[in-house]
């Protein structure tokens, strides 16, 4: 049984940081590419960040040079490190494992809550 469990969401200040992790279970880790997702009230799903099988990294225009993506296959978790946060940031964040990035078998965690307000 596939499972992803997202931790580290919480309430901070503008201009904050933050700290999202995710650990996988019951898959081969280092075969699937693995994103973070974030959903605001009133909008679509988007992609914030994504790194391939071999460490490489995409980012949305809207948080490059702010968020860094990373992954350790020896502890089967992805990491999403968040700073310089702004109000729009706030969403659910929610993890995505993606065998081979070819979106034929994918997995979802349950999300997290991030909320940046003052």
């Known amino acids: 049984q596939v499972k992803l469990v997202e931790s580290g969401g919480g309430l901070v200040q503008p201009g904050g940081s933050l700290g999202l992790s995710c650990t996988a279970s019951?898959?081969?880790?280092?075969?699937?590419?693995m994103s973070w997702y974030r959903q605001a009230p009133g909008k679509e799903r988007e992609l914030v960040a994504r790194?391939?099988?071999?460490?490489?990294?995409n980012y949305a225009d809207s948080v490059k040079g702010r968020f860094t993506i990373s992954r350790d296959n020896a502890k089967n978790t992805v990491y999403l490190q968040m700073n310089s946060l702004k109000p729009d940031d706030t969403a659910v964040y929610t993890c995505?494992?993606?065998?081979?990035?070819?979106?034929?078998?994918?997995?979802w965690g349950q999300g997290t809550q991030v909320t940046v307000s003052s």
């Open positions: 995505n494992a993606d065998l081979m990035g070819r979106g034929r078998y994918m997995y």
């Open positions: 019951g898959l081969t880790f280092s075969s699937y590419e």
């Open positions: 790194i391939t099988t071999g460490g490489s990294t």
